[in-house]
């Protein structure tokens, strides 16, 4: 049988896609990596299906392996006669625990099937939250700024796991960019906040995620000269 990474979306139960819901409707176990995956499946599984998996709250690699080892021992066990399902937050492939699910499946029980079930990712979630359009041809960055870690370089940024939202804006804003942040974006966990102050968010939060714009980018696209044009007029 199969082994199905879904993604759940930001957060919003109502963005699992139809294929996602359907196949949650139907897989006899619906395994859950954390407390918000699990909540938000519940919306389309009855709590007698959800499968919890334990992990240590913990860096050290050996206790890691150990932890992902016997979840894919039980998730292949349930595997081996009934399709079944592991659920993540936003899409399987993108920031997710599922890569170590799949990773450990893979080098361990090589006969059980997966298939991934793509959801919509945090960062397309974070840039219709903001406003923010990437454009076609637009060069876009995908970059980490725990711990108050601000990357710089590329002229347009989306950075995850801002849980120092102070301190990554101040060495962005001194290198020359324009910062907003969002944090818990269609989470129905939680407040949702949009903002360009970080002061409003120096609290930490892990579901925290900025957009970093170089001042003075210019938008290389035919309607970029519509912008401010007044209704009806002429161009």
Do not use: C
């Not at 699990?38 to 998996?53: C, Q, S």
């Not at 399987?92 to 170590?100: A, D, M």
């Not at 129905?188 to 906040?193: D, F, N, R």
């Not at 939060?205 to 970029?224: I, K, N, P, Q, S």
């Amino acid at each position: 049988m199969t082994v199905y990474g879904i993604g759940l979306g930001p957060g919003d139960a109502d963005l699992v896609t139809v294929k996602g819901k359907r196949l949650l409707e139907s897989a006899a176990v619906v395994y859950s990596p954390g407390r918000l995956s699990r909540t938000v499946a519940l919306n389309h599984v009855p709590e007698k299906r959800i499968g919890d998996l334990d992990f240590p709250m913990t860096r050290d690699p050996d206790e890691l392996r150990r932890a992902w080892k016997e979840a894919a021992a039980e998730v292949a066990a349930r595997a081996e006669s009934e399709d079944v399902a592991f659920v993540t937050l936003g899409d399987p492939n993108v920031y997710s625990t599922f890569g170590h699910l799949r990773r450990t499946l893979d080098a361990f029980h090589p006969e059980i099937d997966l298939e991934v079930v793509p959801g919509v990712s945090a960062m397309t979630a974070f840039a219709t939250a903001l406003g923010v359009e990437i454009e076609s041809g637009t060069g876009l960055a995908l970059r980490e700024a725990a711990n108050g870690s601000a990357p710089t370089g590329p002229d347009r940024m989306v950075l995850f796991k801002v849980t120092d939202a102070p301190a990554t804006h101040e060495k962005l804003t001194d290198a020359g960019y324009d910062v907003r942040f969002g944090r818990r974006l269609f989470m129905e966990q939680g407040e949702t906040v949009v903002t360009d102050d970080p002061d409003e968010l120096a609290e930490r939060d892990y579901y925290t995620l900025a957009y970093a714009e170089r001042e003075g980018v210019e938008r290389d696209v035919a309607t970029a000269e519509f912008d401010g044009v007044e209704s009806g007029g002429s161009a």
